[in-house]
């Protein structure tokens, strides 16, 4: 019988929570990543729906979230921060996925929804050779495009000579198409999302799709900036069906 158990732990001065089961397990963890203003903890319901299905599921927290601090999540003068949030959970990265390897696990899929959708497609751009798989949720593979239209929705007027915009430039996944030309990708978002312009994330999709990478892109019409039941039955059916081949009937089905 499956038995739940979970876990916190501090890896290299981050902190992870775990959920997994006793049962079988898929060689291939999934590390979770949370959204702007949210948290690792936050993300446990996902955890458990992913764990059932025989994944261990490590949730990293975020810098300036849950016990890393906190920020004026919504002031212009935190955009920054935003940012340097995502740059921050992919240097990251490489440490969570080496100590994963030395737990006896192989590459981990990573998930994330919203900023952590951004975070996880930066992370295939570049640290292809350490992930198995890429699943984005409300999030965008077009950082520069993502910037513009940010910029638009909460009213403000970045200049072009603000410090971070050759490092978004420099480090856009649309950029660097070629580096997950073996990586499978997934993208699941919200049609009506106000945060995150699908604009974005379909102009990154065209760009994946004529390179011939392995990807699959999901819409829901009238979503907002939300991750559903039907968007975690779709990204487990894909992750199954990538690793088995056959997911079974059913899969996708909303």
């Known amino acids: 019988m499956k038995e739940i158990y979970e876990r916190k732990e501090v890896i290299g001065g981050i902190p992870v929570y775990r959920i997994g089961h006793t049962g079988k397990k898929r060689v291939h963890p999934v590390f979770l990543y949370h959204g702007w203003s949210s948290s690792a903890l936050q993300q446990r319901t996902r955890g458990m729906i992913l764990a059932w299905e025989g994944y261990e599921v490590w949730m990293p927290e975020a810098v300036h979230h849950g016990i890393r601090g906190t920020a004026d999540y919504y002031a212009p003068a935190s955009y920054d921060i935003f940012w340097k949030t995502i740059f921050q959970n992919i240097k990251e990265f490489p440490l969570l996925s080496a100590e994963a390897r030395k737990r006896g696990l192989d ?66 996944p649309a950029a660097h198409i070629d580096a997950m030309e073996n990586l499978p990708v997934l993208l699941l978002n919200g049609e009506a999302d106000p945060s995150i312009d699908i604009r974005a994330q379909k102009s990154f999709y065209e760009r994946l799709h004529a390179s011939d990478t392995q990807s699959e892109m999901i819409t829901y019409p009238g979503l907002g900036h939300f991750v559903t039941t039907n968007m975690m039955d779709d990204a487990v059916c894909w992750m199954n069906r990538q690793a088995e081949k056959d997911c079974g009937a059913g899969c996708g089905q909303q």
Not at 122 to 150: D, E, V, Y
């Open 107 to 172: 590459s981990p899929w990573v998930m994330g929804h919203s900023m952590g959708g951004l975070t996880v497609l930066g992370m295939g751009a570049h640290f292809p050779q350490h992930i198995k798989g890429i699943i984005s949720m409300n999030g965008s593979g077009s950082w520069t495009l993502t910037h513009l239209f940010l910029q638009a929705r909460f009213g403000m007027a970045v200049s072009r000579s603000w410090p971070m915009y050759d490092q978004i430039e420099k480090e856009d």
